[in-house]
């Protein structure tokens, strides 16, 4: 089969297979090509495949030659259509892991139930014992109450009154205004159930009884602040609501692991192109505006470099691991810089579709989306046929 992406309103419903491998090799590199960090030894990463978590997985393991259980939700082949792109990022990630020695294996399910957690439970048990670093980095539209079996669906909407702004097409190249009337209170009530704290809790709780929490382990979980341009929809929105549920879980849980002299954070990273931030409205035109405005800087990172960071002038920098008043680690520092923000804000206020090419980097977001998907490299024959 030849396979062409297919993008849908920012969405891309296929993956190549070799392309998708390539983007977790060029992850890889960018580690090795690092210096290594004395990190964790054992890491569970929940919501692995992709975005931040397939990145956090990939510092682990090759910057600090940790063993790593992965747990997401993909998609493998069919006869007629590919797998989904995390299918593929995480057979190349175990399989270069397990090169270096490293133990390496994922749970495809769903995070979000019980079953997912207590088979999680088993395999840290059978092959490392315990671990002493937690990822939470899910993001999920629905949410099923491993309870009650209720379904829940998250929405991205402002709160109070209606939002009213710009978003962007970077394939069409098209800047459409956007209006997204206000959320109902059950809504919000459903984005903190999808993508708030409790399900983190569930799983901290969960891993805490079964005694396979390393003595001192911490869990990190990711969130997003944002600037003035995304606040309506974003911070101050729905999905801003469950991102404070997440950040008050991390208190609460911090509570329960100091039996074992542990800790929960919440980390908020920067704005990067995934899949989960392409479908946010708004989010798109600014950050292709931020790219521009960051690469001139020098300051522009994605999810891999942020993830070395985190590791290595976080996490693993030695002595007490830098926060702000909150108490959350913060690698939205560079984004949020006044001087990034003011040229971002000149940019925003100026830009049309005519002169969109030389105030945003469409460049910069255009490959991103399609290199998550195995897309856009240079280096694949996307007129090989491909067999699934
Ligand atoms: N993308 C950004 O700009 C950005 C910025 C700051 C923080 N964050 C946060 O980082 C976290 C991860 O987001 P991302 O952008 O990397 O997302 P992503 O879409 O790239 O990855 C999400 C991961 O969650 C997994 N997943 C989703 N539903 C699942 C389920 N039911 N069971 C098991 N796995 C499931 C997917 O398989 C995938 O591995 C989120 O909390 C997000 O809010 C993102």
Request: one cysteine or more; proline letters at 4%.
């Amino acid at each position: 089969m030849i396979i062409k992406p297919m993008i849908r309103n920012n969405i891309c419903v296929n993956a190549h297979p070799k392309g998708a491998r390539f983007y977790v090799n060029r992850l890889v590199d960018y580690v090795r090509s690092q210096k290594r960090i004395e990190g964790p030894a054992n890491v569970l990463v929940i919501g692995s495949s992709a975005g931040y978590g397939l990145s956090t997985r990939a510092t682990a393991a090759f910057a600090s030659g940790a063993n790593s259980l992965g747990v997401a939700f993909e998609k493998p082949a069919s006869a007629k259509r590919p797998a989904t792109p995390g299918w593929y990022m995480t057979e190349e990630l175990e399989r270069l892991a397990r090169a270096d020695g490293l133990y390496a294996e994922s749970l495809i399910g769903d995070a979000f139930s019980h079953e997912t957690k207590q088979n999680a439970i088993a395999k840290i048990r059978e092959n490392m014992g315990s671990v002493d670093l937690v990822i939470y980095s899910l993001a999920s539209g629905v949410r099923v109450d491993p309870d009650t079996g209720e379904m829940f669906r998250s929405a991205l909407k402002p709160i109070g009154e209606p939002y009213t702004s710009y978003t962007l097409d970077p394939f069409k190249e098209e800047i459409r205004e956007v209006s997204v009337e206000p959320a109902t209170q059950e809504e919000i009530d459903a984005t903190v159930k999808v993508m708030g704290g409790e399900d983190w809790a569930l799983w901290i709780q969960a891993l805490l009884d079964a005694g396979v929490l390393s003595e001192g382990a911490t869990t990190l979980a990711y969130s997003y602040i944002g600037s003035d341009f995304t606040r309506p929809i974003y911070r101050d929105g729905t999905i801003g609501q469950a991102k404070e549920h997440l950040e008050g879980t991390a208190g609460e849980l911090s509570s329960r692991l100091a039996t074992i002299g542990g800790s929960a954070r919440v980390s908020v990273n920067k704005a990067v192109v995934t899949r989960a931030s392409a479908v946010i409205p708004v989010v798109p035109l600014y950050m292709t505006i931020l790219f521009r405005v960051m690469k001139e800087k020098g300051l522009h990172e994605g999810t891999i470099e942020q993830m070395y960071r985190l590791f290595s002038e976080r996490l693993y920098a030695g002595g007490k691991v830098p926060v702000d008043e909150e108490g959350r680690i913060r690698l939205d520092d560079w984004e949020l810089r006044d001087a990034v923000q003011g040229q971002v804000r000149a940019g925003w206020d100026s830009v049309s579709e005519e002169n969109l090419a030389e105030i945003a980097d469409l460049e910069e977001y255009r490959s991103e989306f399609l290199h998550m998907h195995g897309f856009g490299f240079d280096e694949i024959d996307y007129d090989e046929d491909v067999d699934l």
